[in-house]
């Protein structure tokens, strides 16, 4: 089965760019399907759709974001990288890479969030 | 976007008790509705997908309906390790949104 895990610094100083990679198993990244996401959870707080690759590369952002982010894929190494530049403390959450599942049928698509990987806390403080 | 709304935000409930949560939509999002359960200090989980599909391996004591803007998700029989916060989130539209959360607490 396709286990996903994050990795990355714990902690990114304000204004500096916070960078995480999400290295998946059990399947490849370079198949079509799937969406491979970002979603982050400030603490105590809900969930936020970050945006998400598709292995042709193509990428949608979340619009609130999309000035300070960049998701790229690395298909030799089947991994997924995030990239959100200027941080403050408002940054300071736990992300999670994610794979959106599309499964398309009779003119519809529909897609959903599994698996998550377990989650990274990012704290953004001087 | 397209916000999503949860009621109630929180519920006491006891074990073996019907729990009703309850998801809306501000447009119609037929039925690209999805629920997921999250555990203090853990991942959400799938649990429901387009509005009423049960994910493999999720008891049936859990259920999903509705469609447009308004959807449910159901716990027939409260169990000890169904206390939890609970999401929905939609599939509609880019970007994708999620509900505030319902909290399901020990009565």
């Known amino acids: 089965q396709v286990q996903l895990q994050e990795s990355g610094p714990g902690l990114v100083k304000p204004s500096q760019t916070l960078s995480l990679t999400c290295s998946v198993s059990?399947?490849?990244?370079?198949?079509?399907?799937?969406?491979w996401t970002w979603i982050r959870q400030h603490p105590g707080k809900g969930l936020e759709w970050i945006g998400y690759?598709?292995?042709?590369?193509?990428?949608y952002y979340n619009p609130s974001l999309k000035s300070r982010v960049s998701i790229s894929l690395d298909t030799s190494k089947n991994q997924f990288s995030l990239k959100l530049s200027s941080v403050t403390a408002a940054d300071t959450a736990v992300y999670y890479c994610?794979?959106?599942?599309?499964?398309?049928?009779?003119?519809?698509?529909?897609?959903?969030?599994?698996?998550w990987g377990q989650g990274t806390l990012v704290t953004v403080s001087s | 976007d397209i916000q999503m709304t949860q009621s109630p935000s929180s519920l006491s409930a006891s074990v073996g008790d019907r729990v009703t949560i309850t998801c809306r939509a501000s447009?119609?999002?037929?039925?690209?509705l999805n629920w997921y359960q999250q555990n203090p200090g853990k991942a959400p989980k799938l649990l429901i997908y387009?509005?009423?599909s049960l994910q493999s391996g999720v008891p049936s004591r859990f259920s999903g309906s509705g469609s447009g803007t308004d959807f449910t998700l159901t716990i027939s029989s409260l169990q000890p390790e169904d206390f939890a916060t609970y999401y929905c989130?939609?599939?509609?539209?880019?970007?994708?949104?999620f509900g505030q959360g319902t909290k399901v607490e020990n009565k």
């Open positions: 994610v794979r959106d599942t599309q499964e398309c049928s009779g003119g519809s698509c529909w897609g959903w969030f599994d698996p």
């Open positions: 690759i598709y292995y042709s590369g193509g990428t």
């Open positions: 387009a509005a009423s």
């Open positions: 059990g399947g490849s990244i370079n198949s079509g399907g799937y969406y």
């Open positions: 447009q119609s999002i037929s039925r690209y």
């Open positions: 989130q939609q599939s509609y539209s880019t970007p994708r949104t």
